[in-house]
């Protein structure tokens, strides 16, 4: 276990920057990256490959949000510290916060080539 000790008097930013500052804050940031960039090439390489802006987005959100059970699994079965299987759950945990966040913002944006797709009206 990681064991962070702490003075009783510290404010919580204090508090937070301490913890970050360990071996714990670069797991996060590990892991923040690793989803920035698989939301990026995912989007990128969609636009390369020609997909409107809708499919775009789906294709971004489905390469940044990759399953991290299998990674839990592999690591507790393979090693005998129940620590190596906090990169996996914290990846589970961010997936799931930054994919939701893209998700709900672009919901809001519209697409930028919705212009150029007809629409068909009910009469």
């Known amino acids: 276990m990681v064991a962070v000790t702490l003075q009783a008097d510290l404010s919580l930013m204090a508090h937070a920057q301490t913890v970050l500052s360990g071996e714990i804050g670069v ?41 991290s059970s299998l990674g839990v699994v592999l690591a507790t079965s393979h090693f005998t510290s129940p620590m190596v299987a906090l990169p996996a759950a914290l990846f589970a945990v961010i997936m799931n916060i930054m994919g939701s966040s893209l998700a709900f913002f672009w919901r809001y944006v519209d697409p930028s080539d919705s212009k150029e797709t007809p629409t068909v009206e009910v009469k």
């Open 27 to 67: 797991v996060i940031l590990s892991v923040l990256l690793v989803h920035i960039a698989g939301f990026f090439v995912g989007y990128i390489s969609a636009a390369v490959c020609g997909f409107r802006e809708a499919q775009r987005r789906a294709i971004s959100i489905e390469v940044g949000m990759q399953n």
